[in-house]
């Protein structure tokens, strides 16, 4: 490899840009080893780790704009989990879904379940995306809001003219505190805290409709076996008691409650949803204006504000230039392994600031500049 020290004048402050696990902002670690330390060791059954999931739950109340009826249910295992919870728990019959990259292929698979039918799968090249259309027999809908394998945004909106009682499932795992949306839109939001929430990984969240939780239940009391793990009843049922089925990680939870508590300081999901926006648009504007570079995604609406992938021209070697900017404390630029890609990936998730990201595209240059 060719050795190249990007000057100090050129480096962000914070050289993460990974797309989960991603930054953690000092202030959440040093609130963590002042306040949060106390709690480790410590029983996830009493009133101290119980007030903690109940100060995530109603947090996360507050930034998605307090949807009436609808509740925070948490479990652990992350998105992955969330993926079964939904096959076992609550898809029947037939699904349609949006598949056009690796997490959405991902569900589309839980959501083939031998005791489900054979879903509608809405298939498009990686680097753009379809839309959902009314199909009748459909009960659930799905797809992801932010396709983090190739950077594609989808907005979170009903499909008109679905049947009654459909349900629209949202991958937010990406997009969740990045992205504003209308709650009422959909039926079950679901994330996991590595992302936009800059904590660690291992737990999944979703915000549920009185639609969700209904069908969740009659399922639950049908004769379908459903393992204990995968039931979102149990979830459910827990999560009104500030509760897991099984020991959570108390720390997952502290790192995300401070950033949650951080994002509705400053105003919320707006003033988050405002940030990733300038900072990708940074990335955006670069790229175009870039000899070398060009966004992947090519139809503007498509473009992700939270992860931009950016193709590099075959002179210059992308996997070079992470490999670089790695040695320079500048990590996790890959592209998403699968994609087999000449390009860069770059998370813009709500801690990363502005001047980072500014900061990055400089060095970049620098580097490109000097590969020779
Ligand atoms: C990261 C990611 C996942 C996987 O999350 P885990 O918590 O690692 O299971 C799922 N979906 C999307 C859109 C993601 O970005």
Redesign the pocket.
Known sequence: MVEINIPKDLLPVDGRFG??PSKVRPEQLAAFSSVGAKLIGTSHRQAPVKNLVKRVQDGLMDLFHNPNGYEIVLGNG????FWDVSSFSLAEGKSQLLVHGE?GA?FATSLSAPWLEKPTVIQSDAGSRSELRAEAGISSYAY?Q???STGVVTPVKRVTGADAGALFFT?A??AAGGIDFDPYETDVYYF?P??NFASD?GL?FALLSPQAIERAERIASSDRYIPEFLSLKTAIDNSRLNQTLNTPAISTLFLLAEQVDWMNENGGLAWADARTKAASQHIYDWAEASAFATPFVSVVEHRSQVVSTIDFIDSVDAAEVAKVLRANGIVDTEPYRKLGRNQLRIATFTATELSDVQQLTKSIDYVVANLG
């Open positions: 797309c989960g992350g998105s992955t989990a997490f991902k992801p932010n396709e983090t991958d795992t990406s996991a590595q992302k990984g999944w």
